[in-house]
Each structure stands twice: as C-alpha cells, then as structure tokens.
C-alpha cells in the first residue's frame, strides 16, 4: 500500500487557512492496518483493532461507519460530533456526493476531504453506496460505469472519474467501484455484475494513490457467483474487502449463506466492511458472519421520524429499564426498542430521552423539550436526537465487542433477538 | 454555582428597590457607552445584541453553542410560546430557563407586535388585542394584564409592557391614540407585574416619527422609573433617516442610568449607529433568517454562498472570525452546502450569530479602551471601501460628535 508523504499534502494545503496535522516526521508516519484480538468460538465474529495510521484514531472493530451528507453527519455539527462518547470517529462518505461540487482540483488543494469538511482527525471511508442520498440498483449501468440517481438527475460514473474523485478526496479507505445489482436480477446480469466490477477493481488499482483500498465482493443471490467473486477479489492486492449488494432484496436465510460463502474465501486477517445491513439484528447477524466494519442507516432513520432508540444493550440494562405495557406501547407510538417523541404523552415529561444515557442531548434536555421541538418544527429537535440515536447505536457496537471479548456474542445475539421479537 | 446566582439574585432585590437589575456604566465616548448590566441569570455587557429564539430555540443551535458563540441574552416571542408549549406548561416546568436548558439570560416580548403582525385580524380596542385564535378560530383577547401574567409564568429576566403598535409609515391622529394609549396601557402592566423582583418590566416608547409624541412619552415612562426602556415602532419600514433621529431624541431623554433597548434593530451598519446615539441592546431574526438564505455576515458586508464564484474560494468565511465554522471550513464547501443540505444553513447561522456577537462585543471593548471613533472609523472603511457612506450614517454621526470624514470619498465629503 503507498501513503501519500505528508509533507506533499502539506505543501499544497498551504495556500489555506485550515489547520493541518501534517507536522510529523515521515519516520512516526504508521500504515493502516488492522489485527484480530479474539475470535468466537461459535461463529466467524471477532473483534479487533483499525489502525488508521498515525494522527488517526485507532477504531476497535466491529465498528460503525456513520453515515454522511456531502461529508457532514445531516444532523451534528463537527464540535458536537467531537463530543460524543463512545467517540463517533468513523465516518463513511460517498464520492458519488462530491461528483459535481466542489472541483476535484479544489478538494485536493485543501488536502483531501478531511481537511474540507474540518474532521482531520476523524477515520473517513469511501464507499459509493449510499442509500441517503443516492442509490445504486443496477439499472442504467453499462460497461461504461456505475448509474447512480443524485439530486442533479442519474450520472454514470466510470472508474476513471472514481479514482480522479478517491485520488482527491485522500479516504483513509475505500472501497472499489461496484456494479451493484438487486436480487431479483437474472443470473446473466449477475454474472455481468460480477466481471464488471473486478475489471473495475483492477482499473481502480492501477489509478490508486491514496489510502487502504478495499476490493469489493458482488454476486447477488447467487452462492457460485458469491465465491468466485470473492475468490479472484482475494487475488487482488487489497487491504480489505467490501461485501456489495447486501441488503438489495434477498432473503434473510440466503444472506447467511451468501456471507458464509464469501467470508469463507477471503483471508481471515483483513477486515471486511458491509454496506446496507444496518438494522439491530441485521447488524448482529453481519458481525455473526464475520463482518468487521458496517454502515447503518437506522439512527438516521429513526431521528428524521422523531424516534430516539432505547433498547437495552446487555441484560443487565434491560432489569433498569422502564417496562412499558403493551396498551402504552400503542398509544405512545413507541415499542420497547424505541420511543415516538411526536407523541403528546411526552409533552410535560421532564425525564431524558433514556435515563441510562450520558449523550449530550440526554444530559442536557428532556422529553418534553425535544417533544416542543418537534412539535414547532424546529431543527434542533433532529440535532438533538441524532446525538442521542447515535451515541446509542455506537453503544450498542460496544456492547457487541465487548461480547466477544467475553466470548459470549451468541448469548448476546439471541438474547438480544428472542427479547425483539 | 446555583448558590452564587441564589445569592446575586438576593443581592439584587435587595439593593435595586424591587428592580431586578443593575446597570453600572464603565466608560463613555460622547453618548455611546460601555455598561454592565447585571440581571438575575447572567451579567452582561453592553452594547449588546440579542439572537431570537422563537420558539424556545435559535435556529438548530445548542443552548451550549449559543454560550460558546458569546449570547447573553436570548429572546422569546410570548405569542408562540404561549401557543406551544403554553404558558402554564412552561411555568409548570419551571419556566422558560429550565426548558430550554438555557442558564444565561432571557427577554420575552409582550406578544402583541407578534399578534398585529402574524394575524390579519388582530384589532386593537381600549381592552387590549383582539385576535383569531389560531387554532381554532375563536375571538380572543390579550389584555395588558394578561401579557404580563403569561411573561410571568415564562420567567424571562426582562419582560416587555404591551404597546399599542402601529405601523410607523401610518401618519395622522392613529399615532398620537396608540401612544397615549401604551403610556394608559403601562400602568396596567406594571399593577399585573407579579415579580418584580425576579423579572424586570421595560416600557416601550412610541409615537411613530413624531418629535412630540415620542417627547411625551419617554416623559411619561420614565415618570413610572421602570428598570429600562424600550424604544419601539421602529425597524418597520421608514426611512433611515427618521430612524436615527428617533433613536437619537429617545436616547437624549432616557436616564442615564437605565438599559436602552431599540427593538427590532439588528442590521450590523444600525447598531453601530445606534450604539453611538446612547443605544444599549438589540434585537433581529436578520442573522439567523439571512443564514438560511445562504448569506453570510462578514465585516465587508454581506457574502452570498450560493453565488457561483463561491464555488472555487477557500478561505474561510471571516479571516478576523475565530468560530467554529471560521477554523473549519473553506466558502468552497460551505458553497456546496448551502444549496442542498440543512447543516449549510446551520453552520452560517452559527457564524452570524458569532459575527454578531463579536460587532458588540468590539463596541463594549473599544468604548472602555478609548478608541470608539477609530472602530466606527474602520467599521465604515470595511463596509464602504469606496467611501460612498450613506448620508443618513454621516448625519447621525455628526450628532454622535464622531468624525467619519476620512472614511468618506471626496465627492460624498463635499456634497
Ligand atoms: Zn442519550
Ligand atoms: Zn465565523
């Protein structure tokens, strides 16, 4: 893997008055790398250490990549962000975001995405899929490129023009260009998917000059297509893998056969990310199959519909937390993993989003607030439950890692299963 | 923490005679001047600008952002409040404060502008205002009393006496009614006024553009010695020329020793002016309402994100700015923001709200450090590079005793 030398960033990020973090002789500058510190014993789950290299956080897998909006969480701004424990440091940008504004010549002349969305000490991954803004389905794809729908209509992007975006952004990784295709596809387009995006994996590494690249696995729904792109992707020099086409359509009981047969072909000590799994079982059942890095849609999702998350995150947590009626449940709008601030029952309720929670919105505002938020469309409402949501999603990354530290995630993932159902 | 503002609290009622405030002048230049004004939540300085936070918020910030940015005082609007959550909800939550997490200071309106401008039925009667509910359409009516009953129940530091409003630009015998009206009206408010020594009651002097309405009213108001004064009925429309020259007859005629608050002013050019007529606080939804439009208040003026040239520009907002969106981020992205996603909005308010914060703060610092005219000097070389400064600013100045004739073009200084 090449890094860039620092002290080429810094000579062109000069002409601005961004901090920069360049300042380290080129003898202290570490790699991305990534180690295994336990492994279950029941399944593929581990858990292990990101390293980003140095100024970079170190990120203990499995990990959350939080989702963006031109570079920017929609709701936090960057010194909430900074704020949140356990710390938000991940973020996943799309460079699919960055096709029509700012210039790519202007994006490295700052130094790269780090130094222009003001995160220089955040992990920044690129993946072009990204089901907020713009979504990838296969359709318009040609030989050419990728189609994506983007707010300025659907653009085909090819991997020449990816790289030009990845060169300039400078990811700390990222991942190839894909042909992601739905499941429903014929096993022709499949298999079209397939050679495709390992022609644009090798395309993708002849141009690459910055960050870890991940080779991204496809095959849809179909196990023989699964492991031979997974096994010529394994070929390739990679510093990990990334599992595309999840969460398009296939069935709960072919997603852990489709995982089972990639995972299987891919070498055991690099990390591996996976888009498009991001809801709570989603994410154990990913973790389960051997999944280090994942992305999520879900505290996002939650927030935009005036929804904070309070599940509880070990069994312990659960014995503390309130017990709501089934009766209540329907009338609050809410259930026993998370609760509807829009109802009117929150309107004079002075208690925190979760009483267990230490986020900033929890220490500092209450139910009945956020509810008038909410209820006055006001954006601090979105802020302020974002803050929660996600410190509470991170959360629960942390409770999974710390299961398999224990080497008990299974116990976690059905007790966690059987108390959602 | 909670024990000293327990203390001051007591410290205050006790020694303002049933005033919740303090006002300590610290240094002159001419009229302008540089005060502590010391209320129940927080000790300000003056000149000092007030963000408004409608319902309880400004616009997407944290009550922590708002402190980081320098805001000592927000404003709350009564007449949403009112609407929701409600006054009795609020003050069953221990008032506004609590609500909203917000420590520092606070100043709610009287509702009735709100009311005579949000609602095409509102009517004004001896009583109080008339007005659709509009929820659910019944006639209501907000009495003076009631203003203050529900100002009460919010708990903000300073509250305002309902005035009778009228449009400015409206000329004739409409002007001269609403005024005695609202001198009628503030002795109704002050027998409603439920804690006076908790909360501090401004009256509001009106009389439109009319040199001798607004003589009798500030003579009334300040017969009733209230803890400040407001001057209101401006901002609305007239030209800029009345404007100061209202600004600067009420600001003769106020106490020296009282807060002077000119409501509704918030362009960066008019507090300058106004602070240097012997104005104190401030108060506009310009920065925040001008952020969401992609405008960025910056000492040249004006910057328009949206604007293509933006596109390409990587220097900050404000090379002299220190917030946090100054340290962060270049136009360029900002640019790309603005257009699409909310955060671009947020982030300029956060910036203007800080640009605001720092114009008054400059004037509170450079009235105390002796150098007023030479900041209102380069304030005016900033904003008119070419020197093409309004008549209506030089006119005021002049009255103010400060000499703007080197920042003028020689074709202006002439004419
Ligand atoms: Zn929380
Ligand atoms: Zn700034």
Same mark, same amino acid.
């Given at each position: 893997?090449?890094?860039?030398?620092?002290?080429? =960033?810094?000579?062109?990020?000069?002409?601005?008055?961004?901090?920069?973090?360049?300042?380290?002789?080129?003898?202290?500058?570490?790699?991305?790398?990534?180690?295994?510190?336990?492994?279950?014993?029941?399944?593929?789950?581990?858990?292990?250490?990101?390293?980003?290299?140095?100024?970079?956080?170190?990120?203990?897998?499995?990990?959350?990549?939080?989702?963006?909006?031109?570079?920017?969480?929609?709701?936090?701004?960057?010194?909430?962000?900074?704020?949140?424990?356990?710390?938000?440091?991940?973020?996943?940008?799309?460079?699919?975001?960055?096709?029509? @504004?700012?210039?790519?010549?202007?994006?490295?002349?700052?130094?790269?995405? /780090?130094?222009?969305?003001?995160?220089?000490?955040?992990?920044?991954?690129?993946?072009?899929?990204?089901?907020?803004?713009?979504?990838?389905?296969?359709?318009?794809?040609?030989?050419?490129?990728?189609?994506?729908?983007?707010?300025?209509?659907?653009?085909?992007?090819?991997?020449?023009?990816?790289?030009?975006?990845?060169?300039?952004?400078?990811?700390?990784?990222?991942?190839?260009?894909?042909?992601?295709?739905?499941?429903?596809?014929?096993?022709?387009?499949?298999?079209?998917?397939?050679?495709? $995006?390992?022609?644009?994996?090798? /395309?993708?590494?002849?141009?690459?000059?910055?960050?870890?690249?991940?080779?991204?696995?496809?095959?849809?729904?179909?196990?023989?297509?699964?492991?031979?792109?997974?096994?010529?992707?394994?070929?390739?020099?990679?510093?990990?893998?990334?599992?595309?086409?999840?969460?398009?359509?296939?069935?709960?009981?072919?997603?852990?056969?489709?995982?089972?047969?990639?995972?299987?072909?891919?070498?055991?000590?690099?990390?591996? /990310?996976? +888009?498009?799994?991001?809801?709570?079982?989603?994410?154990?059942?990913?973790?389960?199959?051997?999944?280090?890095?994942?992305?999520?849609?879900?505290?996002?999702?939650?927030?935009?519909?005036?929804?904070?998350?309070?599940?509880?995150?070990?069994?312990?947590?659960?014995?503390?937390?309130?017990?709501?009626?089934?009766?209540?449940?329907?009338?609050?709008? +809410?259930?026993?993993?998370?609760?509807?601030?829009?109802?009117?029952?929150?309107?004079?309720?002075?208690?925190?989003?979760?009483?267990?929670?230490?986020?900033?919105?929890?220490?500092?505002?209450?139910?009945?607030?956020?509810?008038?938020?909410?209820? $006055?469309?006001?954006? =601090?409402?979105?802020?302020?439950?974002?803050?929660?949501?996600?410190?509470?999603?991170?959360?629960?990354?942390?409770?999974?890692?710390?299961?398999?530290?224990?080497?008990?995630?299974?116990?976690?993932?059905? &007790?966690?299963?059987?108390?959602?159902? | 923490?909670?024990?000293? *503002?327990?203390?001051?609290?007591?410290?205050?009622?006790?020694?303002?005679?049933?005033?919740?405030?303090?006002?300590?002048?610290?240094?002159?230049?001419?009229?302008?001047? #540089?005060?502590?004004?010391?209320?129940?939540?927080?000790?300000?300085?003056?000149?000092?600008?007030?963000?408004?936070?409608?319902?309880? $918020?400004?616009?997407?910030?944290?009550?922590?952002?708002?402190?980081?940015?320098?805001?000592?005082?927000?404003?709350?609007?009564?007449?949403?409040?009112?609407?929701?959550?409600?006054?009795?909800?609020?003050?069953?939550?221990?008032?506004?404060? /609590?609500?909203?997490? &917000?420590?520092?200071?606070?100043?709610?309106?009287?509702?009735?502008?709100?009311?005579?401008?949000?609602?095409?039925?509102?009517?004004?009667?001896?009583?109080?205002?008339?007005?659709?509910?509009?929820?659910?359409?019944?006639?209501?009516?907000?009495?003076?009393?009631?203003?203050?009953?529900?100002?009460?129940?919010?708990?903000?530091?300073?509250?305002?006496?309902?005035?009778?409003?009228?449009?400015?630009?409206?000329?004739?015998?409409?002007?001269?009614?609403?005024?005695?009206? @609202?001198?009628?009206?503030?002795?109704?408010?002050?027998?409603?006024?439920?804690?006076?020594?908790?909360?501090?009651?401004?009256?509001?002097?009106?009389?439109?553009?009319?040199?001798?309405?607004?003589?009798? *009213? *500030?003579?009334?108001?300040?017969?009733?010695?209230?803890?400040?004064?407001?001057?209101?009925?401006? #901002?609305?429309?007239?030209?800029?020329? +009345?404007? &100061?020259?209202?600004?600067?007859?009420?600001?003769?005629?106020?106490?020296?020793?009282?807060?002077?608050?000119?409501?509704?002013?918030?362009?960066?050019?008019?507090?300058?002016? *106004?602070?240097?007529?012997?104005?104190?606080?401030?108060?506009?939804?310009?920065?925040?309402?001008?952020?969401?439009?992609?405008?960025?208040?910056?000492?040249?003026?004006?910057?328009?994100?949206?604007?293509?040239?933006?596109? $390409?520009?990587?220097?900050?907002?404000?090379?002299?700015?220190?917030?946090?969106?100054?340290?962060?981020?270049?136009?360029?992205?900002?640019?790309?923001?603005?257009?699409?996603?909310?955060?671009?909005?947020?982030?300029?308010?956060?910036?203007?709200?800080?640009?605001?914060?720092?114009?008054?703060?400059?004037?509170?610092?450079?009235?105390?450090?002796?150098?007023?005219?030479?900041?209102?000097?380069?304030?005016?070389?900033?904003?008119?590079?070419?020197?093409?400064?309004? =008549? &209506?600013?030089?006119?005021?100045?002049?009255?103010?005793?400060?000499?703007?004739?080197?920042?003028?073009?020689?074709?202006?200084?002439?004419?």
């Amino acid at each position: 893997m090449k890094v860039e030398d620092p002290r080429n =960033l810094r000579s062109i990020g000069d002409s601005t008055s961004i901090r920069d973090i360049w300042d380290l002789p080129s003898s202290q500058i570490m790699k991305f790398s990534f180690s295994v510190r336990v492994w279950s014993k029941l399944d593929r789950a581990r858990t292990g250490t990101l390293n980003l290299g140095t100024g970079k956080p170190l990120a203990d897998t499995p990990c959350l990549l939080l989702t963006t909006r031109k570079g920017l969480p929609a709701f936090i701004t960057p010194e909430l962000l900074d704020e949140i424990y356990p710390a938000a440091n991940l973020l996943q940008i799309s460079p699919i975001h960055f096709l029509e @504004t700012p210039p790519t010549s202007l994006i490295s002349g700052v130094g790269g995405i /780090h130094l222009l969305v003001g995160l220089p000490e955040y992990g920044l991954a690129a993946f072009a899929r990204d089901s907020l803004m713009c979504e990838a389905n296969g359709q318009g794809t040609t030989k050419l490129g990728a189609a994506f729908e983007t707010s300025g209509g659907r653009r085909l992007v090819g991997p020449s023009k990816y790289m030009e975006l990845v060169n300039a952004l400078k990811p700390d990784f990222w991942g190839s260009l894909p042909d992601e295709v739905p499941a429903w596809v014929s096993t022709k387009r499949n298999r079209m998917s397939v050679d495709r $995006t390992l022609n644009w994996l090798d /395309h993708c590494l002849s141009l690459h000059s910055v960050g870890a690249i991940f080779g991204t696995v496809v095959g849809g729904v179909d196990l023989e297509l699964r492991m031979h792109s997974a096994q010529e992707t394994a070929k390739r020099r990679v510093s990990g893998f990334s599992l595309g086409g999840f969460g398009l359509g296939e069935s709960k009981e072919e997603r852990a056969a489709l995982l089972e047969v990639a995972i299987e072909r891919l070498p055991a000590e690099l990390p591996r /990310h996976v +888009s498009g799994l991001g809801m709570p079982e989603e994410v154990l059942e990913a973790v389960s199959a051997g999944c280090d890095i994942l992305d999520s849609t879900y505290p996002h999702t939650l927030t935009t519909g005036g929804y904070a998350m309070t599940f509880p995150l070990s069994i312990q947590d659960e014995h503390d937390s309130e017990k709501l009626s089934i009766e209540e449940c329907a009338t609050l709008g +809410s259930d026993s993993s998370k609760i509807n601030l829009r109802s009117m029952s929150y309107r004079s309720d002075t208690s925190p989003l979760l009483k267990s929670c230490e986020c900033h919105a929890c220490c500092k505002y209450s139910r009945a607030y956020i509810h008038h938020l909410l209820n $006055t469309h006001e954006m =601090l409402a979105q802020t302020l439950l974002d803050i929660h949501n996600v410190t509470h999603y991170l959360r629960f990354f942390a409770a999974i890692r710390e299961a398999i530290s224990q080497n008990s995630f299974d116990q976690y993932k059905s &007790w966690f299963v059987s108390r959602r159902r | 923490m909670t024990i000293l *503002c327990a203390l001051k609290r007591a410290h205050l009622c006790t020694n303002s005679l049933g005033m919740a405030l303090q006002f300590e002048i610290l240094a002159r230049y001419k009229r302008a001047r #540089a005060a502590k004004l010391t209320l129940p939540h927080f000790t300000c300085q003056t000149p000092l600008f007030m963000p408004v936070g409608t319902q309880g $918020t400004v616009k997407g910030l944290t009550s922590s952002q708002l402190e980081d940015a320098g805001c000592q005082i927000v404003l709350g609007n009564t007449y949403h409040l009112a609407l929701r959550p409600g006054a009795d909800l609020l003050e069953q939550l221990g008032g506004l404060h /609590h609500f909203m997490n &917000w420590s520092r200071a606070l100043l709610t309106d009287s509702g009735g502008f709100q009311m005579v401008s949000l609602l095409h039925l509102a009517d004004i009667t001896e009583a109080g205002v008339t007005f659709q509910s509009p929820v659910d359409g019944t006639s209501m009516l907000l009495t003076p009393e009631e203003s203050i009953h529900i100002q009460n129940k919010i708990g903000a530091d300073i509250i305002m006496a309902l005035d009778d409003v009228v449009k400015t630009t409206i000329t004739g015998p409409r002007i001269e009614e609403a005024m005695y009206r @609202t001198l009628r009206w503030i002795d109704r408010c002050i027998a409603a006024h439920s804690r006076p020594s908790e909360q501090n009651l401004f009256g509001i002097v009106q009389g439109g553009l009319d040199p001798h309405l607004r003589d009798v *009213c *500030c003579q009334g108001l300040v017969d009733r010695n209230l803890p400040g004064y407001a001057i209101g009925g401006l #901002a609305g429309g007239e030209d800029k020329d +009345s404007f &100061w020259r209202v600004v600067a007859q009420c600001t003769a005629q106020l106490p020296e020793d009282k807060p002077r608050y000119v409501m509704g002013v918030g362009f960066p050019l008019d507090i300058v002016v *106004c602070s240097a007529l012997g104005a104190d606080m401030y108060d506009c939804v310009y920065p925040t309402r001008t952020a969401r439009f992609g405008t960025a208040l910056i000492p040249e003026g004006m910057l328009k994100l949206k604007n293509a040239d933006m596109a $390409t520009d990587v220097r900050p907002l404000d090379a002299s700015c220190s917030c946090m969106v100054c340290k962060r981020y270049t136009r360029a992205y900002l640019h790309t923001l603005v257009t699409r996603e909310a955060m671009g909005s947020q982030l300029i308010s956060y910036h203007n709200v800080a640009y605001m914060m720092k114009l008054n703060n400059d004037l509170h610092k450079s009235i105390l450090e002796g150098c007023f005219p030479q900041f209102v000097q380069g304030f005016l070389r900033m904003q008119f590079p070419k020197g093409n400064v309004p =008549l &209506w600013v030089c006119n005021a100045m002049e009255v103010a005793g400060i000499d703007i004739s080197m920042c003028l073009s020689p074709e202006v200084a002439s004419s």
